[in-house]
């Protein structure tokens, strides 16, 4: 593409992508947070967009990855996860609402 515009004489003055901002994670957050985002492709979503991950998909997932060890502590460790996955979720869906009223709020009356 820009052997084609330099062709043409067609210069593209392009400002620099801003920094993403940086976060960190504690090691025990760790298999939550990639596990949340492997169900990337489960939200439900409405006409005004997502509406939160399909919990039937997640539980399934859940089980599939806990595989069949004792059941109390994979009980425990399935709950845990789900409580886990269930707050990114909250998180996930506050910021996406903050990103749209932000939008709205640009836009000129």
């Known amino acids: 593409m820009d052997a084609a515009l330099d062709f043409f004489g067609v ?11 940086s ?7 760790l298999e939550p947070f990639q596990f949340f985002l492997s169900l990337s492709t489960q ?6 967009g997502c509406t939160g991950l399909d919990y ?8 599939v990855r806990e595989g069949s060890s004792c059941r109390a502590m994979v009980a425990q460790r399935r709950n ?19 990103r749209a009223q932000e939008t ?3 836009q000129p009356p």
């Open 11 to 21: 210069v593209i003055e392009r400002e620099p992508l801003p920094e993403p901002p």
């Open 23 to 29: 976060f960190y994670l504690w090691p025990e957050n």
């Open 43 to 48: 939200w439900r979503v409405g006409v005004n």
């Open 56 to 63: 039937q998909v997640v539980r399934s997932e859940i089980e």
């Open 80 to 98: 845990r996860l789900f409580q886990m996955v269930q707050a990114m979720e909250v998180g996930a869906l506050e910021g996406w609402q903050q």
């Open 104 to 106: 709205r709020d640009a």
